[in-house]
């Protein structure tokens, strides 16, 4: 396990790359909506086989209130030691998201959202994380403990994408979600809760497939 830092780095360089992708793709307009999920998807997949082994590849503050709260963060049961790491990790997934953003100029989502469409986005945030919950091994989503994580978690999130895109949702992550109401998105307040309780959740799921130890 590398140390805080070095892992608050690493989250922070693969959520910039994240939302890199996420605004390259946005500008992608004459591209069918397939290309740029995909492209997103894809994204994703590269990251977590990138990241997965130092840092976890989560990306998202959400997913490491999950692994917070089930006391797998920092590979200690220690509630201080993984508090300090969840709040290190959002910190720098917040911070790298925000500049990923900030990379190139695009029209960030807004609101207010529809009930059906608030409820749309909370449950596909659910099923995401339900998703990086049953591929990870300690708190990471890791390739090497099982080795099609990045596959089933980049084109279950390119499949919730397409599916979200007729509700107009598929933000799925409290830190995309804060910038774009920094960039004066309104009507996103629901959205974030939803996003937030999603993980949290998440930390009283059952885990689906016996963990595997990583060497």
């Known amino acids: 396990m ?3 830092f070095e892992r608050m780095i690493l989250e922070l360089l693969g959520s910039f790359c994240l939302a890199y992708a996420v605004v390259t793709s946005l500008s992608l307009r004459a591209a069918p909506d397939f290309v740029c999920f995909s492209s997103i998807g894809l994204a994703l997949v590269l990251l977590i086989h990138l990241f997965g082994r130092s840092s976890g590849a ?3 503050p959400s997913v490491s209130l999950m692994f917070f709260g089930q006391g ?3 590979n200690s049961q ?3 030691s993984n508090l300090i790491s969840f709040l290190g990790y959002a910190s720098a997934q917040t911070c790298g998201i925000w500049l990923g953003f900030h990379s190139r100029s695009f029209v960030p989502p807004s609101g207010p959202f529809s009930l059906r469409s608030t409820l749309v986005e909370f449950g596909m945030t659910l099923i995401l994380f339900w998703l990086i919950h ?3 091994d300690e708190g990471r989503i890791c390739p090497e403990a099982r ?3 990045g596959f089933v978690v980049g084109s279950g999130l390119t499949s919730l994408l397409l599916l ?3 509700d107009s949702v598929g933000i799925l992550n409290p830190a995309f979600t804060l910038v774009f109401m920094g960039l004066g998105s309104n009507g996103l307040e629901q959205i ?3 996003q937030l309780l999603a993980g949290v959740a998440m930390i009283f799921a059952p885990k689906p497939m016996a963990a595997n130890s990583v060497s």
Do not use: D, Q
Request: charge should be positive.
């Open 192 to 194: 974030l809760i939803l």
């Open 78 to 80: 220690a509630f201080w």
């Open 72 to 74: 797998t963060l920092a």
């Open 147 to 149: 080795p099609l994580s």
């Open 164 to 166: 979200g895109f007729a």
């Open 58 to 60: 989560h990306f998202n």
């Open 2 to 4: 590398r140390s805080l």
């Open 134 to 136: 049953a591929w990870s």
